[in-house]
């Protein structure tokens, strides 16, 4: 194994001591963990047990996922603002869209190329001997799917993201068609409602940063808190057009007041997914798992459209298609509850350490080559093409 692989695998058997005996547990900190609790206010003289340590890097994560979300979404609001004051600035020219668009390229290679230099140069091991970049990978993410036994808890949580991702997909791309076609938005208040999403959505991701600080809120409870106020906001879009024709998104003030709501939970609930599935995520492993996580995402983002489509097919009304993300917010919300964090933690170190026992065992077995024997030699019990040598 290279430097780097060594470097890790020792990090693994550390981390391994950590999970023993529980929560009593003390645990002998790095730098890097020393500097952690450090930068939260943490005392680091005292002993540390292995709860405690978890719970401060669970806080140092979801800040660090804050407020990238946060600027994430003021950049997404200053591009979009751009683009539109192009559109209007240039409402002669017929290339008025595409100047829009090649900005959007323009804005993100600049920031890109002032940005670069300052990010650490992070390089994995060598490719190894006989691979190519496209065998390489899939051989990986094969190994990663083969983990799943071994990985309940992860494996369990990027099935509630296949789930939940569609059910927030859906409901905002219903909010809009409803929008359109029956309380007849306009192309510019279309555009409004899209820009009080980011800028709702910005707002949003410090307001719960705020909210979790106080009260030193794990990432599983602001993940399900964002999902029941997701079932909230839902409920209310269906369940009243059974019993009047006032509510339940028939007035232009309720599409206004959900775009706000939904934009004001969507980082605090797209931020606590990926930092769930960083806690779970076995070191090393994180592009293999990310990318799982991806998939689920775009890959069950066709379902809710093609699902509430056929449902306005057959009733003729657009918010009874909302039964369908209600079900998947309180379906995905309930299997999310049985995913026990610790255990997955724990399971992604167990998982490394076999990993590295496997290395060893491999590490260990001397090459063999195959030496010939020259033609005048004596004759032997060895074959007379050639006999195996150790070196």
């Given amino acids: 194994m290279d430097e780097r692989g060594t470097t890790n695998d020792l990090q693994a058997l550390k981390e391994d001591t950590?999970?023993?005996n529980g929560d009593t547990d003390q645990v002998h900190l790095t730098a890097t963990e020393t500097d952690t609790i450090a930068a939260v206010g943490g005392a680091t003289s005292g002993p540390v047990t292995l709860q405690q340590l978890r719970k401060t890097e669970e806080q140092v994560t979801n800040d660090l996922s804050a407020w990238c979300f946060g600027a994430a979404n003021l950049g997404a609001l200053v591009i979009q603002a751009a683009c539109i004051g192009f559109s209007i600035g240039l409402a002669s020219s017929p290339l008025r869209l595409q100047i829009a668009i090649a900005f959007t390229g323009v804005w993100w290679?600049?920031?890109?190329?002032?940005?670069m230099p300052w990010l650490d140069a992070r390089p994995g091991p060598p490719m190894p001997k006989g691979r190519n970049w496209i065998t390489y990978s899939w051989t990986k993410n094969w190994k990663t799917l083969k983990s799943i036994g071994q990985l309940s808890q992860i494996s369990k949580f990027v099935l509630v993201w296949f789930i939940l991702s569609d059910a927030v997909n859906t409901i905002i791309s219903l909010l809009y068609v409803i929008a359109y076609q029956d309380l007849h938005f306009t192309?510019?208040?279309?555009?409004?409602?899209?820009?009080?999403l980011s800028f709702t959505a910005f707002v949003g991701a410090y307001f719960f940063l705020w909210i979790?600080?106080?009260?030193?809120l794990s990432t599983k409870f602001m993940f399900l808190l964002t999902v029941g106020l997701y079932i909230v906001s839902t409920a209310y879009f269906v369940i009243p057009t059974y019993f009047t024709v006032e509510f339940g998104l028939r007035q232009e003030?309720?599409?206004?007041?959900?775009?706000?709501?939904?934009?004001?939970?969507?980082?605090?609930?797209?931020?606590?997914?990926?930092?769930?599935?960083?806690?779970?995520?076995?070191?090393?492993?994180?592009?293999?798992?990310?990318?799982?996580f991806q998939l689920a995402d775009k890959g069950s983002s066709w379902i809710g459209p093609l699902v509430t489509g056929v449902i306005q097919s057959v009733t003729g009304e657009f918010r009874i298609g909302?039964?369908?993300?209600?079900?998947?917010?309180?379906?995905?919300?309930?299997?999310?509850?049985?995913?026990?964090?610790?255990?997955?933690?724990?399971?992604?170190?167990?998982?490394?350490?076999?990993?590295?026992?496997?290395?060893?065992?491999?590490?260990?077995?001397?090459?063999?080559?195959i030496t010939p024997v020259p033609e005048n030699s004596p004759p032997s019990s060895f074959p007379q093409d050639g006999r195996l040598t150790n070196i």
């Fill in 109 to 115: 290679f600049v920031w890109t190329a002032v940005l």
């Fill in 253 to 292: 003030w309720e599409a206004w007041a959900a775009t706000v709501f939904v934009g004001f939970i969507v980082s605090t609930f797209y931020g606590a997914a990926r930092v769930m599935l960083s806690e779970l995520c076995p070191e090393g492993d994180e592009n293999e798992w990310f990318s799982i």
């Fill in 187 to 196: 192309h510019t208040k279309s555009v409004i409602m899209t820009l009080i």
């Fill in 18 to 20: 950590k999970c023993k």
């Fill in 322 to 369: 909302f039964w369908f993300p209600l079900a998947l917010f309180v379906f995905g919300g309930i299997v999310f509850i049985t995913v026990d964090v610790d255990k997955g933690k724990d399971e992604a170190i167990r998982f490394k350490k076999e990993e590295l026992a496997k290395h060893r065992l491999l590490a260990s077995i001397p090459p063999i080559t």
């Fill in 212 to 216: 979790r600080r106080i009260w030193a």
